[in-house]
């Protein structure tokens, strides 16, 4: 649902809801002088209450008793951002746990719309995590980019959409991934490979359970009703066949944002009428914008958000002008009163990136006691992007067209037989 247009209601969603595939669009009656929230594919916006998301799309919150089997089994110690609460729910993760457990196979799946030049740092977490859960499952990898689905709904032409894909995936590819274990795929390439799959999921849901689950009205194209089916196929390991042949019985797990849940409701909705295991997800929380948790970062405007091609000095001016302080407003209050973490965007992304948990403690008491004040913290976050994104730029540097070429080559993937 491109952003704005009206959700529907009535016929469409009782229909869903028949079809036992629920309205995946969350809507939350606010309190008075906040922002009511609304979270689907294309949206999320007001006061995010995770609690309630969790509830009502009825997945389950990552305990710590769940933190510590996947340490005891992986014998690896959990993420920071799961450790952080930062992905924070799942939908049988418990289950994967079991596969790795029996030593049998199972991959990773996740992608990229491409629609800017440049990725920004929110679109790196989930690159980040998947590169962290390959190392620790030594699994494959499919990275889908849907520039097919960019150009239904952006005002970008195709072969623009094609080609920030192929520049996307160098930052992709600069986040660490093992070429024998990733295969990233660009949909107007290799759609016909999974084509089979996504006609199966079409003709397994009806148009009135997409515009339920979606929200779709007579005004949006074609393509946009039938997309879903494209984002679903990749969880099914026969879209794979140089990977996985035609075994059925390989499960995947999908690490995302929370907002792209719906496309994998329907999916595992689907799987079993399909022969094939329903994929497993772990959901992070939204990354916020520089200008606060309500306000929207914008691959198209360059304020809410650092990017990966930023240089130092614009680092520093974006996070000094623009970053969302929870400071008081005068230096005297802020010493009396202190800081407030949940609404400082400088400790929100020192949250996601600074990885020294005690230095992290450090700053949060000192700023939330008021012994360090708005711009010393700003400073903090500054010295701490800078090098992460300077890092960034040189392994980017390093990728070339070829390198890019290969990994996006259909072949046979390490530790995956494609016999049963």
């Not at 247009?5 to 309205?23: K, L, V």
């Not at 494959?140 to 970008?156: A, N, R």
């Not at 809410?304 to 240089?311: E, I, L």
């Not at 010393?376 to 540097?397: D, G, N, T, W, Y």
Request: glycine content about 6%; hydrophobic content about 35%; overall charge neutral.
């Amino acid at each position: 649902r491109q952003r704005g247009e009206p959700r529907e209601s009535g016929r469409a969603m009782a229909d869903a809801a028949a079809a036992g595939i629920e309205e995946m669009a969350i809507s939350n009656g606010a309190a008075e002088g906040e922002k009511e929230m609304v979270v689907n594919p294309w949206e999320a916006t007001g006061n995010m209450n995770y609690d309630k998301l969790i509830e009502q799309f009825g997945s389950q919150a990552i305990s710590p008793a769940l933190i510590e089997r996947f340490e005891r089994v992986t014998g690896k110690r959990a993420h920071i951002w799961i450790r952080r609460g930062i992905f924070f729910s799942h939908r049988d993760l418990d289950k994967i746990l079991d596969v790795y457990e029996k030593k049998q196979p199972m991959y990773l799946y996740t992608g990229r719309g491409p629609s800017s030049e440049a990725l920004h740092l929110g679109h790196l977490i989930p690159f980040h995590f998947t590169k962290y859960l390959q190392d620790v499952f030594q699994c494959p990898v499919v990275i889908q980019m849907t520039d097919d689905e960019k150009f239904l709904w952006k005002d970008l032409e195709l072969d623009e959409c094609h080609r920030l894909g192929f520049e996307n995936a160098k930052d992709i590819i600069a986040c660490g991934f093992d070429i024998s274990r990733t295969f990233i795929f660009s949909d107007l390439e290799y759609i016909g490979s999974m084509y089979p799959n996504i006609i199966r999921i079409q003709k397994a849901v009806t148009y009135n359970q997409v515009r339920g689950i979606f929200g779709f009205d007579d005004s949006c194209n074609i393509g946009k009703h039938a997309f879903p089916a494209v984002q679903a196929a990749p969880s099914f390991p026969t879209s794979f066949p140089h990977i996985f042949g035609q075994r059925t019985d390989i499960p995947c797990l999908i690490p995302c944002a929370i907002d792209q849940d719906p496309y994998f409701r329907m999916t595992r909705d689907v799987a079993p009428r399909l022969g094939f295991s329903k994929p497993a997800l772990i959901h992070s929380k939204f990354f916020p914008a520089l200008q606060g948790a309500n306000s929207k970062m914008s691959a198209s405007d360059q304020s809410t958000a650092v990017f990966c091609s930023d240089t130092p000095k614009q680092i520093k001016e974006k996070v000094n002008k623009y970053a969302y302080s929870g400071g008081q407003m005068t230096v005297e209050e802020h010493r009396k009163l202190g800081g407030n973490l949940e609404q400082d965007i400088s400790y929100q992304w020192l949250n996601f990136f600074l990885h020294d948990d005690a230095e992290l403690k450090r700053i949060g008491e000192e700023y939330k006691t008021g012994r360090m004040l708005s711009g010393e913290i700003k400073s903090e976050l500054i010295k701490c992007l800078q090098p992460l994104v300077a890092s960034h730029q040189e392994a980017r540097a390093h990728v070339t067209d070829d390198i890019v070429k290969a990994f996006m080559t259909p072949r046979r993937l390490v530790g995956i037989s494609p016999q049963q």
